[in-house]
Each structure stands twice: as structure tokens, then as C-alpha cells.
């Protein structure tokens, strides 16, 4: 932390011991209104904060997503690129929405 630790309790309304508690992982905030000021006067997100805090449940971790199919990527690729015309958009949409349905009917056929 580049600022004092008496100086940055100062600043948050908290004594040096409490930030050096903090800091130390001995003591965590007794309010999110601690945390809040923290999160403001380190400029950390206060979302994140109060999860580390323990004040509000922290974001499950994503599972990993399996690759793309090559041309699948590539019809991704083209929705994203600004050279795409906004028929070629329409077009890949409606030809990713049918592919969609053609899955569930297969997947419902299998399943029944």
C-alpha cells in the first residue's frame, strides 16, 4: 500500500491496527461500510471486496468451456468483425437459431 498505514486509516476512519489487522488477514471489516471505504480509498472493486470480506457470496468459478467447432469460431468471428454487413449478420443468425433447433429435435428424439 503506498500510503501510511496511520495515514490511510485516517483517511477510511480506521486506526493503523485495524488496517494492519486487515492487511495481515488476522481480522477481516466488521462492516461493509469498512469495506466500502476500503474498496474506495484503494480503488479495489467493491464488489470483489465485500466477497473477500465476506459479506456477500463470491462469483462461482466459470467451468472451462470446451472449443469452439472451427466454423463455428468463425461464424463468432464474423458477428464480431465491423466489416460484416448487416445481411451476412442476418444471415449467420438465422442459420445459427436453425442449426439450434435441428439440435433439440435430435436431442429430443434421442431422449424419447
Same mark, same amino acid.
Given at each position: 500500500?503506498? =500510503? ?63 472449443? =469452439? ?6 461464424l ?9 454487413s ?8 438465422a ?18
Amino acid at each position: 500500500m503506498s =500510503l501510511d498505514k496511520t495515514a490511510f486509516g485516517r483517511r477510511i476512519g480506521v486506526d493503523r491496527g485495524t488496517v494492519h489487522r486487515w492487511e495481515s488477514g488476522r481480522f477481516r471489516p466488521k462492516s461493509a461500510d469498512d469495506v466500502a471505504r476500503f474498496a474506495e480509498g484503494t480503488g479495489v472493486d467493491l464488489h470483489e471486496a465485500l466477497a473477500a470480506a465476506g459479506f456477500i457470496p463470491s462469483a462461482p468459478e466459470r467451468p472451462a468451456r470446451p472449443p =469452439l467447432d472451427p466454423d463455428l469460431a468463425w461464424l463468432a468471428a464474423r458477428l464480431q468483425d465491423p466489416t460484416t454487413s448487416a445481411t451476412e449478420r442476418d444471415l449467420i443468425r438465422a442459420t445459427v437459431r436453425h442449426l439450434a433447433r435441428l439440435a433439440d429435435a435430435d436431442d429430443q428424439r434421442r431422449a424419447g
